[in-house]
């Protein structure tokens, strides 16, 4: 079987590409001649016909990291990011299940909205901002086949994270950071991610339905997140609380409510809890530069 990681370059794609690379043959592609990797195979979302889908048997995986991902550029540049979101990735996944490939899509809890109640699999959607609407509207374009899932990612920590990066540098800098409140997720640690989606891929048939929660055991503001980063691995960071614009919620619920029921058995085990994660991420050894 052969693996196929559109966004092999990405935040998600770069880690899950060299995890899969032990496993199966695993091709990433690029949608940058830039990148210095000549093994690594072009496509450009908004222009899905142009790749080479002769690389995709029947039975191989593709995992879909890539999209146009910040909310406010979904938003304000809505054309462009349809066209890559949404019309280029569907006519691409239609391409490859036409060839008996299978599909792993990364979604958004976002298509759940805000919600304080707790928010599973069977939960109704209300997708909050353009980039859940276009989300959801490739995961509903593909409800019908049984050749496609799609993981729901609430945030992914890492040391690399866009927030985790933030907190590190100011705690380097000696600067103090700003804190938006409330602002609530299931963070999620980025090595459970991957290792959720390799065993989503290998255990196809065993998790019949079409959408798999991915979020951590717990649902943290930001003000959680900076004091359980201060607390196992970053204890410089100093940081103040602030209310953001309202504008700022405009494409982002204040809270997601996500459950991840299936995630212990995705693993095998519990996922890992923001501080078990700061531990593995930053081997407890304080900020790094």
């Known amino acids: 079987m052969k693996a196929v990681i559109v966004g092999g370059w990405g935040y998600i794609g770069h880690t899950l590409y060299q995890s899969v690379s032990d496993i199966y043959d695993a091709v990433r592609t690029t949608s940058s001649e830039s990148k210095n990797d000549p093994s690594a195979v072009m496509l450009q979302l908004e222009k899905p016909d142009c790749f080479n889908y002769e690389i995709i048997g029947e039975s191989d995986i593709v995992f879909l990291t890539a999209a146009i991902s910040a909310p406010d550029v979904c938003s304000h540049d809505h054309d462009r990011a349809w066209a890559v979101n949404v019309t280029g990735t569907s006519r691409f996944i239609e391409n490859v299940i036409s060839r008996g490939g299978r599909i792993i899509f990364f979604s958004s809890d976002t298509v759940y909205g805000e919600n304080t109640e707790e928010t599973d699999e069977n939960s109704a959607c209300i997708p909050a901002g353009e980039y859940a609407a276009m989300k959801y509207e490739v995961e509903r374009r593909f409800t019908s ?145």
């Open 145 to 289: 086949t049984d050749l496609f899932k799609s993981i729901r990612l609430s945030y992914v920590f890492s040391k690399d994270d866009k927030f985790t990066r933030y907190l590190n540098g100011c705690a380097v800098r000696g600067e103090t950071a700003e804190i938006f409140h409330p602002f609530y997720r299931a963070v999620i640690h980025r090595d459970d991610v991957v290792a959720g989606a390799i065993e989503l891929a290998r255990r196809w048939n065993e998790f019949p339905g079409q959408t798999v929660n991915f979020g951590g055991p717990q649902l943290l503001s930001r003000k959680d997140f900076a004091r359980i980063l201060k607390d196992e691995a970053l204890p410089g960071i100093r940081y103040e609380i602030s209310e953001p614009s309202a504008d700022f919620f405009e494409n982002r619920p204040r809270i997601i409510n996500m459950i991840s029921p299936m995630m212990t058995s995705l693993l095998g085990r519990s996922s890992h809890t923001l501080a078990d994660a700061a531990g593995i991420e930053f081997n407890n050894k304080g900020a790094k530069a």
